[in-house]
């Protein structure tokens, strides 16, 4: 399958862009301006250049997020834009996260009182990330010795990002300790695997519907289960939305549907429920 490489043009991403620009199957670079720093069209303008100079196909994705856009919101468009190539070109999406984003990422989560998933980030099924056993120091050292040259995010040292905070106060953390955080990431990533394989054995279609009685209460259960079933029609809705969801499946009329994005809806029928 085709990669899309999604590269920003920091070190983590320019490493990653240069393991794989001789695949068989030429990957496309992909880059997303989100329009939220000045000089962001810079980063595009060597971005590019990289692309083309591999020989390449570059794309581009420009947003005008403003300044005052949060984390999450980017994060959002950024990959609604990486998600949109893969489905055009059926390929599948390349990222440079590495294990420090791995380590952060828990930590984050658990200082905003995660849930259970919020354990295995990263995890996320049509997404590969294949920097992930790399350390910070190893990415920097492949920079060095292959004379990589990448752009600096400025936002990477602004303590506006709860990020950066978290990044800051991880350079004190001893080894072992970041060690326990990546155990403990690789025993959640598993239990999400196991945990998906069983919901693909009960979220069972009959021609496309699902009984309503598989989200008959507002439970945790029901909440993974219809999530499940929309992740296989490529849905994505946050825990409020998926509360909304599940009531609408538990109380509407036969007949009702309810709006789940631009292109589907959740139609309900007398028994049973499905996704148009």
Request: hydrophobic residues 40%; aromatic residues 8%; proline residues 2%.
């Given at each position: 399958?085709?990669?899309?490489?999604?590269?920003?043009?920091?070190?983590?991403?320019?490493?990653?862009?240069?393991?794989?620009?001789?695949?068989?199957?030429?990957?496309?670079?992909?880059?997303?301006?989100?329009?939220?720093?000045?000089?962001?069209g810079?980063?595009?303008?060597?971005?590019?250049?990289?692309?083309?100079?591999?020989?390449?196909?570059?794309?581009?994705g420009?947003?005008?997020?403003?300044?005052?856009?949060?984390?999450?919101?980017?994060?959002?468009?950024?990959?609604?834009?990486?998600?949109?190539?893969?489905?055009?070109?059926?390929?599948?999406?390349?990222?440079?996260?590495?294990?420090?984003?791995?380590?952060?990422?828990?930590?984050?989560?658990?200082?905003?009182?995660?849930?259970?998933?919020?354990?295995?980030?990263?995890?996320?099924?049509?997404i590969?990330r294949?920097?992930?056993?790399?350390?910070?120091?190893?990415?920097?050292?492949?920079?060095?010795?292959?004379?990589?040259?990448?752009?600096?995010?400025?936002?990477?040292?602004?303590?506006?990002?709860?990020?950066?905070?978290?990044?800051?106060?991880?350079?004190?953390?001893?080894?072992?300790?970041?060690?326990?955080?990546?155990?403990l990431?690789q025993?959640?990533?598993?239990?999400?695997?196991?945990?998906?394989?069983?919901?693909?054995?009960?979220?069972?279609?009959?021609?496309?519907?699902?009984?309503?009685?598989?989200?008959?209460?507002?439970?945790?259960?029901?909440?993974?289960?219809?999530?499940?079933?929309?992740?296989?029609?490529?849905?994505?809705?946050?825990?409020?939305?998926?509360?909304?969801?599940?009531?609408?499946?538990?109380?509407?009329?036969?007949?009702?549907?309810?709006?789940?994005?631009?292109?589907?809806?959740?139609?309900?029928?007398?028994?049973?429920?499905?996704?148009?």
């Amino acid at each position: 399958m085709r990669k899309i490489l999604a590269v920003s043009g920091g070190v983590d991403s320019v490493v990653m862009l240069h393991l794989f620009k001789n695949e068989d199957e030429a990957p496309i670079v992909a880059h997303f301006n989100h329009g939220i720093r000045e000089n962001a069209g810079e980063d595009a303008a060597f971005v590019e250049k990289l692309a083309r100079g591999y020989g390449l196909q570059f794309e581009l994705g420009v947003a005008q997020l403003g300044e005052e856009c949060g984390e999450a919101d980017a994060r959002s468009a950024r990959y609604d834009f990486l998600r949109s190539l893969a489905k055009k070109y059926d390929g599948i999406i390349c990222v440079a996260h590495h294990r420090d984003d791995v380590i952060e990422s828990v930590a984050i989560n658990c200082l905003r009182g995660t849930g259970w998933r919020g354990l295995a980030p990263m995890s996320a099924r049509d997404i590969e990330r294949p920097l992930i056993g790399w350390s910070k120091k190893e990415i920097y050292r492949y920079a060095a010795e292959n004379g990589l040259s990448f752009r600096q995010d400025q936002t990477n040292t602004d303590d506006n990002y709860l990020r950066n905070r978290v990044r800051e106060k991880m350079l004190c953390a001893s080894e072992t300790d970041k060690e326990k955080l990546v155990e403990l990431y690789q025993r959640q990533t598993e239990i999400v695997s196991e945990c998906d394989e069983l919901l693909a054995d009960i979220c069972v279609s009959k021609n496309g519907a699902y009984s309503r009685a598989l989200i008959n209460d507002d439970s945790d259960l029901a909440q993974e289960l219809l999530r499940y079933i929309l992740l296989e029609k490529d849905i994505r809705l946050t825990r409020p939305q998926l509360e909304k969801c599940a009531a609408a499946i538990r109380d509407f009329a036969p007949g009702k549907k309810l709006s789940l994005d631009r292109e589907h809806f959740l139609a309900v029928g007398k028994f049973s429920f499905s996704v148009i």
